[in-house]
């Protein structure tokens, strides 16, 4: 207990950064997540432009073309 009391009492500044701001990191964190299921459900593409615009079509940044 007096572990956690000592680290709670070091970070406290940063403790009370994140009760008093609404940023936090976690968007981005959940669009790593899935670059990295994909690199991992594709690990036989041969060119990064394929991984690449496999990624951008995930995240709704590219469409795919039909013909």
């Known amino acids: 207990m007096k572990t956690a009391i000592k680290t709670i009492n070091n970070y406290i500044n940063y403790?009370?950064?994140?009760l008093k701001?609404?940023?936090?990191n976690g968007i981005l964190e959940g669009i790593h997540n899935?670059?990295?299921v994909i690199k991992r459900?594709?690990?036989g593409y041969r060119s990064?432009?394929?991984f690449?615009?496999?990624i951008f079509i995930t995240q709704n940044l590219a469409?795919?073309?039909t013909a």
């Open 21 to 24: 701001y609404d940023y936090n």
């Open 48 to 50: 990064f432009y394929h």
């Open 15 to 18: 403790v009370e950064n994140t």
């Open 41 to 43: 459900i594709s690990f």
């Open 63 to 65: 469409k795919i073309k």
């Open 52 to 54: 690449r615009n496999r």
């Open 34 to 36: 899935k670059i990295k």
